[in-house]
């Protein structure tokens, strides 16, 4: 499984930012999927999560009420639509997925993007 991110740049504190995940390959065997962002200097954090079927969703409480995370399945293709941002949202924001593999079976691997950076500006 291959993701590639998008939509991420620069935007004024209050602003709204948009982001993708479009997954490929074995696509079928995508499980849950993840939004990570990491700041200069800092860890890599959960911001926000979904199971397969989109039922189900868990947010970092930095940005619960802000951000909502979404999947459209048919379209092999994930959001985050990032609302009333701050500059503490700044960091690189990172896709991931977590699929099953016939060479790992039953332990599921995970996949990255490569991540698209996000600019908050006071």
């Known amino acids: 499984v291959q993701l590639v991110e998008s939509g991420g740049g620069l935007v004024q504190a209050g602003g709204s930012l948009r982001l993708s995940c479009a997954a490929s390959g074995s696509t079928f065997s995508i499980n849950a999927m993840g939004w990570y962002r990491q700041a200069p200097g800092k860890q890599r954090e959960l911001v926000a999560a979904i199971t397969s079927g989109g039922g189900s969703t868990t947010y970092a409480d930095s940005v619960k009420g802000r951000f909502t995370i979404s999947r459209d399945n048919a379209k092999n293709t994930m959001y985050l639509q990032m609302n009333s941002l701050k500059p503490e949202d700044s960091g690189v924001y990172y896709c991931?997925?977590?699929?099953?593999?016939?060479?790992?079976?039953?332990?599921?691997?995970?996949?990255w993007g490569q991540g698209t950076q996000v600019t908050v500006s006071s």
């Open positions: 991931n997925a977590e699929y099953m593999s016939t060479m790992t079976f039953p332990t599921p691997e995970s996949s």
